[in-house]
């Protein structure tokens, strides 16, 4: 069975209080739950984890990931200068999808660069929640190939 992590930074357990026109008014625990139930609609097992604290990230990833399982990462504002959670996401050799709910790339300058997006197969940045989906449904349809 294909196992999917689905790992969030800081902040993003305020979803639903954040700024609307930024990050929309959808919950972490709404967007995990839709996940959750897209998932077992195809067989596949998933596991979300959150915290604020970037050595808690790191830990997670050590742990439970692996080649033999992919991730879906939105490392908050960890994105843009976190080279340990760059090199621990790249330790695993997972296939890997960055998901932003805005776009970083139309945002501040500082919010241009991701560090983590060179060890990931793909970026999702601006779709909203729907980012999240959309980078399930792709590891779900090729993800086996990767």
Known sequence: MMKILVIQ?????????R?????GATTLDTIHSELRQTAAEHGVDIDTFQSNHE????DYIQQNANSDCAIIINPGALTHYSY????????TQASAIEVHLSNIHAREE????SVIADTCIGQIS????YGYTAAL???????RNI
């Open 84 to 91: 340990s959670l760059r090199d621990a996401i790249a330790d």
């Open 19 to 23: 700024d609307h026109a930024i990050y």
């Open 110 to 113: 500082w919010r241009n660069q």
């Open 137 to 143: 449904l792709y590891l779900i349809n090729e993800g």
């Open 55 to 58: 050595g808690e990230l790191i």
């Open 126 to 129: 601006g779709l909203g929640a």
């Open 9 to 17: 930074g800081p902040n993003l357990n305020n979803l639903g209080n």
